[in-house]
């Protein structure tokens, strides 16, 4: 009897154990920390964005196609159309290429159309699981040409439209200030006969170096889907999405902001592109925010800090001068 509730235990045991692994036990996967610290950092609010008094919010706005369904973004802007020519500004959200909305920006684009009267759209283009590169740029640039479609009518100025991004929209608006008239990425969400480059240009945390990322082991997995393969598969995509080996004289000028304690992406990446841009000689200006992680302008305090030195720079490149309020 007792040797028969012995091979029993025994056996349950053994089964248990194949079933379920130890906690102790060593794991083939590699934890990729940067994208936990993305996912630990980002934010991107699911309520309803406070408007302010006399600013006019329209959420989901069609801006063009991808395929059969529509590209949306969400408006921010005076009630009142301004009388005078007024500047636009376009955000792209972060979250790693694979996930994030355009929540991430309401806030911005609230205190710019209030303050200054600004045109301001945050869109939401096609994540990774969706569509692979160059679907998100694509979108980008057609929200672009979108806002300039609408210039006539919402009294925008075509020559004063500013491209924001964090993080993976840091790193598309980086594509697109560095890839002017490249035909391939325009793709075909529509208004064609407008152009989709950026005036001036602001990254936050952005990516402009995939080497270094595959370096530090950094977002790896998140490139692989972003991108449809590894470095050692495809680096020839590798480079052609490194933005900062396509910065030229026809570059915008830039505003660069990153914390020096970003787990996700090296600070040294906006160093090194501030200093490129400054070689060809194009405008560029970089703060650098001293122990700040990935993504701190999120959260107050640092989201109002950053958005005034923004204000600096764009107040300074589009001649804003005094505010609407």
């Not at 349950?12 to 940067?34: G, K, R, S, Y």
């Not at 970003?262 to 405008?283: M, N, P, T, W």
Request: hydrophobic share 40%; with cysteine; proline share 5%.
């Amino acid at each position: 009897m007792t040797s028969g509730i012995l091979n029993f235990t025994v056996a349950v045991v053994t089964l248990f154990m194949l079933a379920v692994p130890l906690a102790a036990e060593p794991q083939n996967e590699m934890v990729d920390e940067a994208y936990l610290e993305s996912l630990r950092t980002e934010v991107h609010p699911k309520n309803t964005p406070k408007v302010s008094e006399g600013v006019l919010f329209r959420s989901r706005v069609a801006i063009g196609k991808a395929g059969e369904r529509n590209l949306t973004g969400d408006v921010f802007t005076p009630e009142e159309i301004p009388g005078s020519l007024r500047p636009a500004i376009v955000f792209l959200h972060g979250g790693s290429w694979m996930h994030g909305s355009a929540s991430q920006f309401h806030f911005h684009s609230d205190y710019l159309a209030k303050k200054y009267g600004f045109f301001a759209i945050s869109v939401d283009y096609r994540l990774s699981g969706e569509a692979r590169f160059p679907a998100a740029l694509q979108d980008a640039k057609c929200a672009i040409r979108w806002v300039r479609s609408q210039a006539k009518k919402l009294n925008i100025d075509p020559d004063r439209v500013a491209i924001c991004g964090g993080s993976a929209g840091g790193h598309l608006s980086s594509m697109i200030a560095t890839t002017a008239g490249v035909r391939k990425y325009e793709g075909n969400g529509g208004h064609k006969k407008f152009s989709s480059h950026a005036n001036a240009a602001v990254f936050f945390n952005g990516e402009f170096d995939m080497w270094d990322l595959v370096a530090k082991k950094s977002l790896i997995d998140a490139m692989n889907k972003f991108i449809g393969g590894s470095p050692t598969e495809m680096p020839e995509r590798y480079d052609e999405l490194s933005s900062i080996k396509r910065i030229d004289k026809n570059t915008p000028p830039t505003l660069l902001l990153h914390g020096t304690e970003d787990k996700c992406v090296s600070h040294e990446q906006s160093i090194a592109f501030y200093k490129r841009l400054k070689k060809v000689g194009v405008h560029a200006e970089v703060e650098i925010y001293e122990g700040k992680p990935h993504a701190w302008f999120n959260k107050e305090p640092d989201r109002t800090i950053t958005l005034k030195r923004m204000e600096k720079f764009l107040v300074s490149q589009f001649g804003l001068g005094e505010s609407k309020n």
